[in-house]
């Protein structure tokens, strides 16, 4: 802990994970990670604050002054995990006071000549309530510990407050930032619906790897996982044995957990390994799947079966109170004519069977509304419901079998929580409905169904680099 760097130990024994790694070098001034318990986000957290003091300008005198918020949701878990982090690390030269709101005070000597000056400020908050106590601070950068754990007006009220130390007429912060770590969280959580859904420009979120990888009904290292150096061989192991899988799947297992009110579909489908970090591309050469569920809310989900065997969603198209007529002249066809413009002479739209039958209000079936809109379709050989979704199984089961992209966002956070079975009224057994409930999400799903089902007739080709193709899928096939 002498020097201030060492080759092989980093900054005071500190050595970035792979995503830490990322996390430092990032641009953006709001940056979120999240990750499994014990996977080392307070540390590189703490970490990303002390590589931000070192890099403010020194003033006149050589000093770079600088100024950073800590927070969490109370100051009994302050003082015991993050303080205690800091205090690991740079216990020698802090001097700290746990009078509350705690402060301490880090001066080093740098080694180019330079000292550094910066103050930490240890804050409790978490409800909207506690928005006052944020009034009075101005900060180079904030780190925000257990994010899932403070209601959103808190986030809201802390980017008022960063960035404002040193003063514009001292040269000002540079690179200032709030820095969120977190465990995963419910799909109605508003770090889900920002993460995965508004998306905001600035904002970096990034997912560490799973601790564990389940294989059949057990458990075993995943290979990527971060900061495993720092844990006795059976941490995660010992941690798994009779634990809730619900409570495994969020914190060791680094997955969207589910408000608990139903029994996903898919239990095979894990977050970490079957959805995309990037959009998928449509491969060039393949045939382009469609499926399409009809009805007053018809929806499409836009499939490839890889040279490997990998089934590819790429799109969807989600829509409600829409006519069958619309849906294909103002949704489906226009998507083709633009989006999928290449494989105009090389797509299938696979339909349900009921599509056949005719309405009774104008004596047309739903294939007249795409034979009229010139789209090539066929009809699914089934709509039972078993087949369905066990073609949709066969590839979530299969080894690298399954991606889907980040643009299908129904559909992702349909195999994650909203697409179940929901439980029967007055069940105190977990009893659940045989049919999965009907909802936004569950439309989009039987689109899928029939797209599965019609690729798991097709044969992919076998001399293919399947190292290759993933590389390729993952960045984009034109």
């Not at 009921?354 to 079936?365: G, M």
Request: hydrophobic share 35%; charged share 25%.
């Amino acid at each position: 802990m002498g020097e201030f760097h060492n080759r092989d130990q980093g900054i005071y024994g500190y050595k970035a994970s792979p995503t830490f790694a990322k996390v430092h070098l990032d641009a953006n001034p709001y940056l979120f990670v999240r990750g499994p318990v014990g996977s080392g986000k307070s540390t590189g957290c703490v970490f990303h604050v002390f590589l931000n003091a070192v890099k403010q300008k020194p003033d006149y005198r050589g000093v770079r002054k600088s100024r950073y918020l800590i927070t969490r949701a109370t100051y009994p878990s302050l003082k015991t995990t993050i303080v205690k982090t800091w205090q690991e690390y740079f216990g020698d030269f802090m001097k700290i006071s746990f009078e509350p709101p705690f402060k301490a005070y880090i001066k080093l000597d740098l080694p180019d000549g330079t000292k550094m000056d910066m103050e930490l400020n240890f804050l409790a908050v978490c409800t909207a309530d506690d928005e006052e106590k944020l009034q009075s601070y101005e900060v180079t950068g904030i780190h925000v510990n257990e994010a899932h754990e403070i209601e959103p007006e808190i986030l809201r009220m802390l980017k008022s407050r960063y960035g404002r130390y040193p003063a514009m007429r001292d040269g000002g912060p540079v690179d200032p930032f709030i820095l969120c770590d977190y465990n995963s969280v419910d799909t109605e959580h508003w770090l889900y619906k920002m993460a995965e859904e508004s998306k905001p420009s600035q904002h970096t979120f990034y997912a560490q790897p799973p601790a564990l990888k389940k294989v059949g009904d057990g458990y075993i290292p995943h290979p990527n996982a971060e900061n495993t150096m720092n844990l006795r061989p059976d941490y995660y192991t010992a941690m798994v044995e009779g634990n809730d899988p619900d409570w495994i799947k969020v914190f060791v297992l680094n997955e969207y957990g589910q408000v608990r009110s139903g029994k996903p579909v898919y239990p095979d489908y894990a977050d970490a390994d079957h959805a995309a970090t990037i959009s998928l591309k449509p491969l060039r050469d393949v045939p382009l799947v469609i499926g399409v569920d009809q009805g007053l809310t018809p929806a499409a989900a836009f499939c490839q079966l890889s040279p490997t065997g990998e089934l590819l969603i790429l799109d969807e198209i989600v829509t409600e109170d829409c006519s069958l007529r619309e849906f294909c002249e103002d949704h489906l066809k226009p998507m083709l004519m633009t989006t999928y413009r290449k494989f105009r002479n090389n797509y299938t739209i696979v339909i349900d069977p009921a599509a056949l039958q005719r309405s009774q209000n104008d004596a047309k079936a739903g294939v007249d509304m795409f034979r009229e809109a010139g789209l090539n379709y066929k009809v699914a050989r089934t709509n039972a419901a078993i087949p369905r979704r066990e073609s949709v199984i066969y590839f979530l089961r299969k080894r690298n079998g399954f991606l889907i992209s980040p643009a299908c966002r129904y559909l992702r956070k349909g195999f994650i929580s909203e697409y179940k079975y929901e439980e029967m009224r007055g069940s105190s057994s977990g009893m659940f409905k045989e049919k999965p409930m009907k909802n936004i999400y569950s439309h989009v799903h039987d689109a899928l169904q029939y797209a599965a089902l019609e690729l798991t007739a097709f044969k992919p080709k076998r001399n293919f680099k399947r190292s290759t193709y993933r590389v390729a899928s993952s960045i984009g096939g034109y």
